[in-house]
């Protein structure tokens, strides 16, 4: 069967990806996607873990499921709320550029 | 080598490779298509790991949700980007370098876990049990409180989404 290292290890690779992408994209679309990428290797990570618990334990165990669900509830609620900033902010400056988006500055 | 690790292998190096290219890829609209890859990759790894609800899950929400919100904003917002030759901020290197960086760190920590080598074997077919996991999701003694929260949250945020993105007339003047 499947070492658990390489499921760790692929969810590691794609965190990083994704950090890359966060850093270093201009457009905020971007940008959300690459924060999708990282909560989606999260994802990977605590599906491993559950089986690997499960399969230690013998019976199902539950917190990790609810922590996955969470995590889809919170990126489901964190890119609906995103792109609504990014249109409302377009909408006045014409830009999706992270850098040219200075509406807060005093 | 068993079949269950060449298809893994195969999958993580799709996914990785998708992953990859939405953070490279020039034209944004190709990016978002790159991210369904991956995310269908995701899914396919989580049904490796035998977790056939949240694989489904997983196609719902993300390839079939989010993935068309994320296409519809760039559908909505794509006029200037697509003629710049590069989508990356000029010292991208730095933000490699940490990612890199990060992995190593990363992977050599987790190296030092004894049950790093641990083998996944393959569970009961009936392991996932939705019922007991749909229970614990409404019982007091177990995650109601979290499950309410996390609803109240979704609410909140979708409301808020709408409020944001609303077209204020006397605003546009």
Same mark, same amino acid.
């Given at each position: 069967m499947i070492p658990l290292s390489w499921y760790l290890i692929a969810a590691a690779a794609l965190f990083c990806i994704g950090l890359f992408g966060v850093l270093s994209r201009k457009n905020a679309v971007s940008i959300l996607?690459?924060?999708?990428?990282?909560?989606?290797?999260?994802?990977?990570?605590?599906?491993?873990?559950?089986?690997?618990?499960?399969q230690l334990q013998g019976t199902s165990q539950i917190a990790p499921q609810v922590f996955v669900a969470m995590v889809f509830i919170v990126a489901a609620a964190e890119v609906a709320v995103g792109l609504a900033l990014i249109i409302s902010a377009y909408r006045r400056r014409e830009t999706p550029v992270v850098d040219e988006m200075t509406l807060l500055k005093g | 080598m068993s079949g269950l690790?060449?298809?893994f292998l195969i999958v993580a190096v799709v996914t990785l490779f998708s992953g990859v290219m939405v953070v490279a890829s020039r034209k944004m609209m190709h990016s978002a298509l790159w991210l369904i890859m991956t995310l269908l990759g995701v899914a396919i790894l989580f049904a490796t790991l035998q977790a056939g609800f949240f694989a489904i899950v997983q196609v719902l929400v993300y390839i079939g949700a989010i993935s068309i919100l994320i296409i519809f904003t760039l559908?909505? $917002?794509?006029?200037?980007?697509?003629?710049? $030759?590069t989508q990356v901020i000029k010292g991208w290197w730095l933000p490699a370098l940490m990612a890199v960086i990060l992995f190593g760190l990363l992977a050599g920590l987790l190296a030092t876990w004894e049950d790093f080598q641990g083998m996944l074997n393959e569970l009961p077919a009936d392991v996932e049990n939705l019922a007991?996991?749909? $229970?614990?999701?409404?019982?007091?003694?177990?995650?109601?409180?979290?499950?309410?929260?996390?609803?109240?949250l979704l609410l909140a945020a979708l409301v808020g989404a709408i409020y944001i993105a609303m077209e204020r007339k006397e605003k546009a003047e």
């Open positions: 996607m690459s924060v999708e990428l990282m909560l989606n290797a999260v994802n990977i990570n605590l599906v491993a873990f559950w089986h690997y618990h499960t | 690790q060449v298809v559908m909505l $917002t794509r006029r200037v980007m697509d003629e710049e $030759t007991a996991f749909g $229970t614990a999701l409404v019982n007091p003694a177990g995650y109601v409180i979290p499950f309410e929260v996390a609803s109240i």
